[in-house]
């Protein structure tokens, strides 16, 4: 039997790089707070400010992955939207004849 699709469904591989980089940036958030303190950060300032702009590299990718997410929901709403309406007004002119929409003039 096949599975129905919902509306918004869809594959998309994004999500799942997207979950993978909130891990990620969760480990590295805990990591850093524990190997990058004060003491650490003044003695290997490249490794610190190196290790910080990769967070925020990660950050600005999950923002992006967002907003990608974002744009393809609105497309797939307005895909579903276009085909409902044209659903529903194949069936309403299927639903009442032709001849029973005209108007009688002989009056």
């Known amino acids: 039997m096949a599975e129905k699709k919902q509306p918004l469904q869809g594959h998309r591989p994004w999500r799942t790089v997207g979950a993978a980089i909130c891990v990620v940036l969760v ?9 990058f303190d004060v003491p650490t ?11 910080w702009l990769v967070m925020l590299v990660l950050v600005v990718w999950l923002c992006l992955l967002a907003v990608q997410d974002i744009l393809y929901t609105r497309r797939l709403v307005a895909q579903w939207r276009a085909n409902l309406a044209r659903r529903v007004s194949s069936e309403s002119n299927e ?12 009056r």
Request: net charge neutral; aromatic share 10%.
């Open 27 to 35: 480990v590295m958030f805990v990591a850093g707070e524990r190997v």
């Open 41 to 51: 950060a003044t003695l290997h300032p490249r490794a610190f400010i190196l290790f």
């Open 95 to 106: 639903a009442v004849p032709k001849d029973e929409c005209r108007h009688d003039q002989t």
